[in-house]
């Protein structure tokens, strides 16, 4: 931006404005203090309505260096999106120390209580384009970059602890099978095609992530309520050049919340962005998303003791196994002020770490080691992408390094290389306060080999799966027989089932009849069937839910005479209990209610579906809810809600409603006077309602 236009305090002159030319009137709002409009080289521009032209319906002349400039930079806006992750959103923050972990690393940030370290944390989904939507079943990146005193830390996460490969070298052929299919160009932002499961079904590795994809982990209520995971073991290196492994963990303080499948999919046509917007408003409201952060730390002799190697990133290190230990806690509290300047320039790098931390030996970890800088060079164009204000390190940083592209430094001396003795300020080295590695005693083959200790691909998978309650076991199946279903190749279908025979037995089975297959396909072969593992309740959605109405929504649907001492009572009460409450209403201007009194509504109901919140009320005179008994979006409104679990208030116009709609009410549905009761189911979903509402697998 030109100084000028920044700096100016000059007012524009706005009678001039107004009249641009013979026939192009424009109406400028007046009033305010505007700074001059100018080009990007600072000239004054004196009409920004009417390119120049040789005569009012004359040709437009190139002279027109004003037009020029405008449109040449847009036609440059855009920068190539994301390889993956290109749909994301983000928001700034401060991570706080809480507990120190000075006897295994020299990290300042982990070490200095109290601390607050600013940090930019992006949230995306991985498969679909930069303008897919918010909810598909996909895996979401949790990716944080601190900006500690001794340079940037970037946890490049993702909100599933274990990933769906074991050796860099898979990574862009898993997502050539993901992404859209090269000759149609779809699905957009889906792995339900054939392409990624032909993929999935000749990599056995890739089954463990696939029960967490199957999961509701995938289709996440809201970011503000996602686990996060730096996925990979890294290294704590203390004063003494001492390590220990560590894996670090985001656990929010809102509890997990997942929505139920038919709900994400409808969620797609309701909102678009649904995930960014909720972010948006949670923040603008000043409630903060707040995660707490936590480590598993074991030693070598403790990894060597495990059933599994913890190297192999499609393996987790079980809570039961390594409690977590709570050490700080995140807090986003500010929302960028510009989307591409932020969110889209932020560049995170696994090789951001800082003296006290360092990498462990696991193959898919030391591949990303590569990947992430390279793909800037494209991206955002140059080498310099370090300057940009979102990815500088806020700790002082100089070297010797110098030009490229869009270099906005101007560094000053001759001195451009070390060792030198020229110049009494050129930075130096610092062998005690630097970034050292972690002195590991390497030997052995040299290969491309896979270790032995990689090959079980079976025992998590199962042990996962084990650990669910019932209603996500069904959930994890019926997802399976959702995607498999859109699988074209029969085959391939049978081999995944194959797949999921090795897994649990009655999980293969479930999946196959689901499938309506008359005979069940062979198992897998494997030279390593599953182990029986203890379960790991930890694994689970449903055990890891809070019964809050915090950071929650509530929609309470009304028309024209709508009791308005009940719709203020249960306002109160869900208010009370943390929730934001929205009214809907046939016109967003709002209903008359039974004191006469005018109620604006948040939402006009056709474009304000039940999707949008986590229980709802409806409150309807009889008049009014006959007004809506023809009314498609009333109907929907009630059975989406009722088919996705949520608890319901009604009195008895909404009693009228629930008959049109066809629901029949259950211990969910509740008498709207009775607003602790009502308060009470919607702090939850109703589990036991949903064999009532749709046939799982
Ligand atoms: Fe990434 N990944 N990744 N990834 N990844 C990118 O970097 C890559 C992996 C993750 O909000 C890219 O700037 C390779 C695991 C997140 O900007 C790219 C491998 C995990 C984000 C890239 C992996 C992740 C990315 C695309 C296997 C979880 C978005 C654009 C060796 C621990 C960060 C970019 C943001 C982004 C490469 C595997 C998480 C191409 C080669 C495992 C959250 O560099």
């Given at each position: 931006m030109s100084k000028r236009s920044t700096q100016s305090t000059k007012p524009h002159d706005t009678t001039e404005a107004t009249t641009t030319g013979h026939g192009g009137e424009i109406h400028q709002p007046a009033g305010g203090s505007h700074p001059e409009l100018t080009t990007n080289h600072g000239v004054p521009i004196s009409d920004n309505q009417n390119s120049l032209k040789a005569n009012p319906r004359g040709p437009?002349?190139?002279?027109?260096?004003?037009?020029?400039?405008?449109?040449?930079?847009?036609?440059?806006?855009?920068?190539?999106?994301?390889?993956?992750?290109?749909?994301?959103?983000?928001?700034?923050?401060?991570?706080?120390?809480?507990?120190?972990?000075?006897?295994?690393?020299?990290?300042?940030v982990l070490t200095e209580v109290g601390v607050k370290t600013p940090l930019f944390t992006r949230f995306s989904t991985v498969a679909g384009g930069a303008g897919s939507v918010d909810t598909p079943r996909?895996?979401?990146?949790?990716?944080?970059?601190?900006?500690?005193?001794?340079?940037?830390?970037?946890?490049?996460?993702?909100?599933?602890?274990?990933?769906?490969?074991?050796?860099?070298?898979?990574?862009?052929?898993?997502?050539?099978?993901?992404?859209?299919?090269?000759?149609?160009?779809?699905?957009?932002?889906?792995?339900?095609?054939?392409?990624?499961?032909?993929?999935?079904?000749?990599?056995?590795?890739?089954?463990?992530?696939?029960?967490?994809?199957?999961?509701?982990?995938t289709i996440p209520r809201s970011l503000r309520m996602i686990e996060g995971f730096g996925?990979?073991?890294?290294?704590?290196?203390?004063?003494?050049?001492?390590?220990?492994?560590?894996?670090?963990?985001?656990?929010?303080?809102?509890?997990?919340?997942?929505?139920?499948?038919?709900?994400?999919?409808?969620?797609?046509?309701a909102d678009n962005d649904f995930h960014r917007r909720d972010l948006f408003e949670a923040i603008s409201a000043g409630n903060f998303p707040e995660w707490e952060f936590a480590v598993q730390l074991f030693t070598q002799e403790e990894a060597d003791a495990f059933p599994f190697d913890h190297l192999d990133a499609t393996k987790l290190v079980p809570e039961e196994l390594v409690p977590l230990q709570v050490i700080g806690r995140m807090v986003l509290d500010r929302w960028p002020d510009n989307f591409f300047a932020?969110?889209?320039?932020?560049?995170?790098?696994?090789?951001?770490?800082?003296?006290g931390i360092d990498f462990s030996n696991d193959p898919l970890l030391q591949g990303r080691l590569f990947s992430y800088q390279d793909t800037q060079l494209s991206r955002l164009g140059g080498?310099?992408?370090?300057?940009?204000?979102?990815?500088?390190?806020?700790?002082?940083?100089?070297?010797?390094?110098?030009?490229?592209?869009?270099?906005?430094?101007?560094?000053?001396?001759?001195?451009?290389?070390?060792?030198?003795?020229?110049?009494?300020?050129?930075?130096?080295?610092?062998?005690?306060?630097?970034?050292?590695?972690?002195?590991?005693?390497?030997?052995?083959a040299k290969g491309r080999i896979r270790a032995e200790s990689f090959a079980d691909h079976y025992s998590q998978a199962r042990?996962?799966?084990?650990?669910?309650?019932?209603?996500?076991?069904?959930?994890?199946?019926?997802?399976?027989?959702?995607?498999?279903?859109?699988?074209?190749?029969?085959?391939?279908?049978?081999?995944?089932?194959?797949?999921?025979?090795?897994?649990?037995?009655?999980?293969?089975?479930?999946?196959?009849?689901?499938?309506?297959?008359?005979?069940?396909?062979?198992?897998?072969?494997?030279?390593?069937?599953?182990?029986?593992?203890?379960?790991?309740?930890?694994l689970q959605i449903i055990g890891k839910m809070k019964p809050t109405l915090e950071g929650r929504a509530v929609g309470i649907l009304v028309n024209h005479g709508s009791d308005a001492a009940l719709v203020a009572a249960l306002k109160k009460a869900a208010t009370d209990a943390g929730a934001t409450v929205k009214i809907v209403?046939?016109?967003?201007?709002?209903?008359?209610?039974?004191?006469?009194?005018?109620?604006?509504?948040?939402?006009?109901?056709?474009?304000?579906?039940?999707?949008?919140?986590?229980?709802?009320a409806?409150?309807?005179?009889?008049?009014?809810?006959?007004?809506?008994?023809?009314?498609?979006?009333?109907?929907?409104?009630?059975?989406?809600?009722?088919?996705?679990?949520?608890?319901?208030?009604?009195?008895?116009?909404?009693?009228?409603?629930?008959?049109?709609?066809?629901v029949k009410p259950d211990a969910g549905v509740v008498a709207a006077h009775d607003t602790t009761k009502f308060i009470d189911a919607a702090k939850t979903r109703q589990w036991a309602r949903e064999p009532s509402v749709r046939t799982l697998a």
């Open positions: 437009t002349l190139l002279e027109d260096f004003i037009l020029r400039e405008k449109i040449s930079h847009f036609d440059h806006e855009r920068i190539p999106e994301r390889i993956v992750h290109a749909r994301g959103t983000g928001a700034h923050g401060y991570f706080e120390l809480t507990k120190s972990l000075a006897l295994y690393t020299r990290a300042k996909d895996v979401r990146g949790f990716a944080v970059k601190l900006y500690t005193t001794e340079g940037n830390w970037d946890i490049v996460g993702n909100n599933i602890p274990v990933f769906f490969i074991q050796d860099a070298i898979k990574f862009p052929d898993l997502i050539h099978a993901v992404k859209m299919e090269p000759d149609r160009g779809f699905p957009q932002a889906g792995s339900a095609h054939d392409t990624f499961y032909d993929f999935v079904s000749l990599t056995p590795e890739a089954i463990h992530m696939l029960m967490w994809a199957m999961s509701d982990r996925v990979h073991s890294f290294r704590l290196i203390n004063d003494t050049g001492e390590s220990t492994f560590v894996k670090f963990h985001w656990r929010p303080k809102l509890g997990l919340q997942s929505t139920v499948w038919d709900e994400a999919v409808k969620l797609q046509s932020e969110t889209e320039q932020v560049a995170f790098f696994p090789t951001n770490i800082v003296p080498p310099n992408f370090h300057q940009i204000p979102i990815n500088a390190p806020k700790c002082p940083f100089a070297n010797q390094q110098r030009d490229g592209h869009m270099q906005m430094q101007v560094p000053k001396g001759r001195v451009a290389y070390e060792p030198s003795s020229l110049a009494a300020d050129s930075p130096r080295e610092s062998p005690k306060a630097g970034f050292r590695s972690f002195a590991a005693d390497e030997s052995g042990q996962f799966f084990r650990s669910q309650t019932d209603t996500e076991q069904a959930h994890i199946a019926s997802s399976l027989v959702f995607e498999l279903s859109k699988v074209e190749t029969e085959y391939i279908r049978e081999l995944m089932v194959g797949h999921l025979l090795r897994v649990d037995d009655s999980l293969g089975k479930r999946v196959a009849d689901g499938l309506g297959m008359d005979k069940l396909p062979p198992a897998a072969e494997t030279t390593v069937p599953a182990e029986d593992r203890p379960n790991s309740p930890a209403a046939p016109k967003v201007g709002g209903a008359k209610l039974s004191d006469g009194a005018l109620l604006k509504a948040h939402g006009q109901l056709a474009g304000t579906p039940s999707m949008l919140f986590d229980a709802v409806i409150i309807l005179s009889e008049a009014g809810a006959k007004a809506l008994s023809t009314e498609g979006a009333a109907i929907d409104f009630v059975r989406n809600a009722f088919g996705h679990l949520k608890a319901i208030a009604i009195d008895a116009g909404g009693q009228a409603l629930l008959k049109t709609a066809g």
